[in-house]
């Protein structure tokens, strides 16, 4: 498999939010008339009891095998895989360590301070963050284009940042396929998204999201595939910042190269540090 350019090795972050994103952010066409929504009751619950079962938790970890088509040369999409093993500790800690088809990257907050390495590079950004883990994550996003394809599932209420955007939701069935379980599978969509999802029948943990965004040419196919679930974990302060990077180059927070922030996205909470 060719090697990915070199600019993506500085942040491959940055690329996520390219591939997941960036149909979000074209030209779009004339508004349309949205249509009415058609919000199905039981897929409502399902993602409900999915919101309520993520928020009982103070901490929790597992691992995320996100999968993402790009068109290739003859123009059938070639599949990409990135393995993020997370660790959340609510409200104000995170750790995502970020591997696969592409360089190895780490993300961490605690607290105080975001943290972007980059270990094979040995490059390091640091920055004051805001006191939550959706504040970070927002600052994180405008301020260097980093992304995360489960974002939905950590933020300090899933449902309520879902619900808002709503516009179809419905039930298809279960599954005993996905994630060694049995699954709820439903349906739903935005004006810029529709995802199918399989949520866990008894444990109510999300166990594969598969997106198409309604705006992209390509109509291609983001999956994330959840695993290794573990919560009520409490893990040390250490635990969410890098480790051995003290002779790491000092970067800024910036998206990579050739990369803009979408227009009219606002300046971040917080500003990266003055590097030396």
Same mark, same amino acid.
């Given at each position: 498999?060719?090697?990915?350019?070199t600019?993506?090795?500085?942040?491959?972050?940055?690329w996520l939010?390219?591939?997941?994103?960036?149909p979000?952010?074209a030209?779009?066409?004339?508004?349309?008339a949205?249509?009415?929504m058609q919000?199905?009751?039981?897929?409502l619950d399902?993602l409900k009891?999915m919101?309520a079962?993520?928020?009982s938790t103070?901490g929790?970890?597992?691992?995320?095998i996100t999968t993402?088509?790009?068109?290739?040369r003859?123009?059938?999409?070639?599949?990409?895989?990135?393995?993020a093993l997370?660790t959340?500790?609510?409200p104000?800690?995170?750790?995502?360590?970020t591997s696969?088809d592409?360089?190895?990257?780490e993300?961490?907050?605690?607290?105080? /301070?975001?943290?972007?390495?980059?270990p094979? %590079?040995n490059?390091?950004?640091?920055a004051d +963050? &805001? @006191?939550?883990?959706?504040?970070?994550?927002?600052a994180?996003?405008?301020?260097?284009?980093?992304?995360?394809?489960?974002?939905?599932?950590i933020?300090?209420?899933?449902?309520?940042?879902?619900s808002?955007d709503l516009?179809?939701?419905f039930?298809?069935?279960?599954s005993?396929?996905?994630?060694?379980t049995t699954?709820?599978?439903?349906a739903?969509?935005?004006?810029?998204v529709?995802?199918?999802a399989?949520?866990?029948t008894?444990?109510?943990?999300?166990?594969m999201l598969?997106?198409?965004?309604?705006?992209?040419p390509?109509q291609?196919?983001h999956q994330?595939?959840?695993s290794?679930?573990?919560l009520?974990?409490?893990m040390?302060? /250490?635990?969410f910042?890098?480790?051995n990077? %003290?002779?790491?180059?000092?970067?800024?927070? +910036? &998206? @990579?190269p050739?990369?803009?922030?979408p227009a009219?996205?606002?300046?971040?909470?917080?500003k990266p540090?003055k590097?030396e």
């Amino acid at each position: 498999m060719p090697s990915f350019p070199t600019q993506a090795r500085l942040f491959f972050f940055g690329w996520l939010v390219y591939l997941f994103a960036g149909p979000l952010h074209a030209a779009q066409p004339a508004v349309e008339a949205a249509p009415a929504m058609q919000l199905e009751p039981k897929a409502l619950d399902v993602l409900k009891a999915m919101s309520a079962k993520l928020t009982s938790t103070p901490g929790m970890s597992f691992k995320a095998i996100t999968t993402y088509e790009k068109p290739s040369r003859p123009g059938p999409p070639l599949a990409y895989n990135t393995v993020a093993l997370v660790t959340v500790q609510r409200p104000d800690h995170l750790r995502v360590l970020t591997s696969g088809d592409g360089p190895a990257t780490e993300f961490y907050y605690d607290g105080k /301070q975001a943290y972007a390495y980059a270990p094979k %590079e040995n490059l390091l950004a640091q920055a004051d +963050a &805001p @006191p939550t883990i959706d504040a970070t994550l927002e600052a994180a996003y405008q301020r260097a284009a980093i992304y995360f394809p489960f974002t939905d599932v950590i933020v300090a209420d899933p449902y309520k940042d879902l619900s808002k955007d709503l516009r179809l939701t419905f039930y298809i069935g279960q599954s005993t396929v996905v994630g060694d379980t049995t699954t709820d599978v439903i349906a739903y969509a935005s004006d810029t998204v529709f995802v199918q999802a399989w949520v866990g029948t008894q444990d109510k943990l999300p166990r594969m999201l598969r997106a198409v965004f309604r705006d992209d040419p390509t109509q291609s196919r983001h999956q994330v595939a959840f695993s290794d679930w573990k919560l009520e974990s409490a893990m040390p302060e /250490q635990f969410f910042r890098p480790q051995n990077s %003290e002779k790491a180059q000092r970067i800024q927070f +910036a &998206p @990579p190269p050739g990369m803009r922030a979408p227009a009219g996205v606002k300046e971040p909470v917080a500003k990266p540090q003055k590097t030396e």
